[in-house]
């Protein structure tokens, strides 16, 4: 079927306004993403560009005054909205079947149909007046935010270090888009998909990169660092691995849980507070943070002070500390996300909002989208002028992929004939290990795309070398 045919399905080859008026929106829409289904299924990537382009871009030419083109007739009573959301859709219908036929170079060149022909559009300009109106809508789409969001998929496999520096964190705004109820399904389903596939990746270099660069042979199998905090990150992730055994902050997790299950609401939220800045090191932060905290959860909800807590409530109190350490209004950062991190201590800011999920990892999406709420704030900002933030969100990516359900990371003291009472850790003296788990061994991939060595009897893979 080509543009062509769709327009015949449609009930006219070129749709006057008295007729468009007849036609049912829904039905034009459905018909039209189910032969973009049919044609992306069945033709060749470059045959698709070219229809795509045919239906929503070379229409635009038209030198019949007395006529619209087809696709944009659909929308008789100028509904730019609608418009804008049947184009995305369609794209997303593409982009989600390129990208599951690994066809990622064609999303790109999608992507490029628009920012090629707004050119064009500057430098003339149609005398039909309706044809006018629709190139404003497309021009209105590629300066929008929508736009941007389809961009995500063309950046995927650029250098993330090159280009502006939120690049480098399109994960997080691409969860925000899957779980926008406003976006098309296939957007949402898109996004969710390339964040997860960004995530192992992470995951995967990181765990490679700590692997050789422990090595003896690091010098002729060099992995590449997938931050950008240079071979420092060794000692963070010693750091952060550090806290394991009985007071690792899984188990304190685990422990909070079952004291608390049983609680009032009013009670669990002191028992929160206590809990967030237990084991917190620099007193000037608990202070800060036990106050501000107080302030902002002790008396929030206090309807519910009597009822005892909840899976439903727990997963709004956590949103709301969530909030109250990054961003309350989702659009600025929090006065205590600012003040915790001016006094120079990412980490232990990191530790606590992981110590909130390790609580309920249901909070996790509203977390990862506050993170890109945050970054979209701080997107205006020179690099130069983010690099406290850039900081913490490079340190929040290595504290979560430690964290992560498929992947656990131990220390083992090399010299411990050489151990002295010293009270401070020779972190010099330890190395990292990092393995997949053996339930996802079972799976066949842990969410690394099954790399790495895999030995028998269940028995898990150790990335060292």
């Not at 931050?227 to 909070?256: M, P, Q, R, Y």
Request: glycine share 4%.
């Amino acid at each position: 079927m080509t543009a062509n045919r769709l327009q015949k399905s449609q009930g006219n080859k070129h749709f006057g306004k008295s007729n468009s008026r007849q036609i049912n929106l829904q039905t034009a829409q459905e018909r039209t993403y189910k032969f973009l289904v049919e044609i992306v299924h069945k033709w060749s990537p470059e045959d698709v560009l070219k229809e795509f382009k045919l239906l929503f871009i070379d229409c635009l030419d038209s030198v019949d005054l007395n006529s619209a083109p087809s696709i944009y007739a659909m929308f008789y009573e100028n509904n730019e909205q609608e418009f804008r959301h049947t184009l995305k859709r369609c794209c997303y219908i593409i982009v989600n079947n390129w990208d599951s036929q690994r066809k990622h170079k064609y999303i790109k060149e999608l992507v490029e149909l628009f920012v090629n022909y707004k050119i064009k559009i500057w430098a003339a300009e149609s005398g039909s007046n309706q044809i006018n109106i629709y190139q404003k809508w497309l021009i209105n789409f590629v300066n929008s935010n929508d736009y941007e969001e389809l961009r995500l998929f063309a950046l995927r496999h650029k250098e993330e270090n090159k280009g502006h520096w939120t690049n480098r964190y399109t994960t997080y705004l691409l969860v925000a888009q899957s779980f926008d109820k406003n976006n098309p399904k296939e957007q949402q389903e898109a996004a969710l998909k390339l964040s997860k596939q960004m995530k192992d990746k992470f995951k995967f270099e990181l765990a490679m990169y700590i692997a050789r660069s422990q090595s003896a042979k690091s010098s002729e199998t060099r992995y590449r660092n997938p931050t950008i905090l240079g071979d420092n990150v060794l000692h963070l992730i010693k750091t952060i691995v550090l806290k394991k055994g009985a007071f690792s902050h899984e188990n304190l997790a685990n422990i909070f849980l079952r004291q608390t299950q049983n609680q009032s609401f009013k009670l669990f939220k002191d028992s929160l507070q206590k809990y967030l800045i237990f084991s917190v090191e620099r007193q000037d932060f608990v202070e800060t943070l036990k106050q501000q905290l107080s302030d902002k959860i002790s008396p929030w909800k206090k309807e519910y002070d009597e009822q005892t807590i909840s899976k439903e409530l727990l997963l709004r109190t956590c949103n709301r500390v969530i909030d109250c350490l990054t961003t309350e209004k989702g659009r600025e950062p929090s006065q205590l996300f600012v003040l915790l991190l001016s006094q120079g201590h990412p980490l232990t800011l990191v530790v606590v909002l992981l110590k909130v999920i390790l609580i309920c990892q249901n909070a996790r999406s509203h977390l990862e989208i506050r993170m890109a709420d945050l970054i979209g704030y701080y997107d205006n900002y020179p690099e130069d002028e983010c690099q406290w933030v850039i900081n913490f969100i490079e340190i929040f990516n290595i504290t979560f992929a430690i964290y992560a359900e498929n992947v656990e990371y131990n220390l083992i003291n090399m010299k411990q004939d050489e151990q002295t009472s010293q009270p401070m850790v020779n972190l010099d003296a330890y190395r990292v290990f990092s393995q997949l788990k053996v339930d996802a061994l079972r799976r066949g991939d842990g969410g690394m795309g099954g790399q790495g060595d895999k030995e028998t009897g269940g028995t898990r893979v150790i990335f060292d070398f």
